[in-house]
């Protein structure tokens, strides 16, 4: 298996919306996010798959000394392989890579934010970097634009969190900061149990409400921040945000049935999405 082939299966087998996107783009741009998003998934799995700290702390750390070997000329995984020969191509440095390792390693020592200014840090690391990269693989002529897809990260890490707050619990994690569980008498038990009647209670609801109302907030703020000039090539951002804001309107109408289940879109709905998007620009 050639590296070009090991990152179109790593990215198509994560079923991410993500993949819709790249599906419209020229051959040479979509190679590179491709192999950009296949190191997300790289890292990102070492935390979720790796049930030792101690191992997957190890597995992030060889990944950081990966990169440092991979922009020193000796790439050795097939995502670096793939990745390293268009990296030049669309800007994308060592320290782009090292922040979503290091947002990945926050996730192994830390299970709770204190309050939304922590978690924004958080998300700045594996979601606003992330959109700054993409941002630039799909083409972008103004400085405005990498601001736009830092915040549209932001959006859709943010409706992520509002996703996958069962699956989270599960794994004893809680990504909504604690300063807002208080602020709506939100117990963490009640979150980590993931169990009715108490858990959809409306404290939980009014709690979500508020989260999704932020995050929709923070989707118009970045679209208000995309410049027309850039708004053709950006498309592939538009349809990701289009997608996920769709998620979390869904969520909202089954009344954010977040603690025992995870709501998706089926993989025609997101490639419907894509193509509308695609077809009318915004």
């Known amino acids: 298996m050639t590296p070009q082939q090991y990152v179109q299966d790593k990215a198509a087998s994560s079923g ?8 419209f783009l020229p051959p040479p741009r979509r190679a590179a996010i491709t192999a950009f998003y296949a190191f997300c998934r790289e890292v990102d799995d070492v935390v979720d798959e790796v049930s030792d700290p101690t191992v997957a702390a190890s597995k992030l750390q060889w990944w950081r000394t990966e990169v440092a070997q991979a922009y020193a000329g000796r790439p050795s995984h097939p995502v670096m392989q793939a990745l390293m020969p268009l990296a030049p191509d669309y800007g994308i440095t060592a320290d782009h890579l090292l922040a979503v390792i290091e947002g990945c390693q ?9 309050d939304y200014p922590a978690l924004k840090r958080y998300c700045h690391l594996v979601a606003g970097i992330v959109g700054e990269v993409a941002a630039s693989i799909f083409g972008r002529t103004e ?3 990498v601001h736009y897809a830092h915040k549209l990260g932001l959006a859709m890490q943010l409706t992520n969190i509002i996703r996958d707050v069962g699956d989270d619990a ?21 979150l980590l149990k993931r169990e009715a009647p108490w858990g959809y209670s409306e404290r939980f609801q009014a709690l979500m409400r508020f989260q999704a109302e932020r995050a929709h907030a923070t989707y118009e703020e970045a679209m208000a921040l995309l410049p027309d000039a850039d708004r053709a090539a950006q498309k592939p951002g538009l349809m990701m945000a289009n997608i996920y804001r769709t998620l979390l309107r869904e969520i909202e109408q089954q009344g954010f049935q977040v603690l025992h289940q995870r709501t998706s879109l089926t993989p025609l709905r997101k490639l419907w999405i894509a193509t509308r998007t695609h077809v009318r620009g915004h």
Do not use: C, M, N
């Open 170 to 190: 599960r794994r004893g994690r809680i990504y909504l900061p604690i300063s807002e569980l208080q602020q709506f008498d939100v117990k963490a038990h009640e």
């Open 16 to 23: 991410s919306s993500f993949y819709y996107a790249f599906l």
């Open 143 to 145: 400085d405005a634009t």
């Open 106 to 114: 926050t996730d192994l020592e830390q299970t709770r934010f204190l």
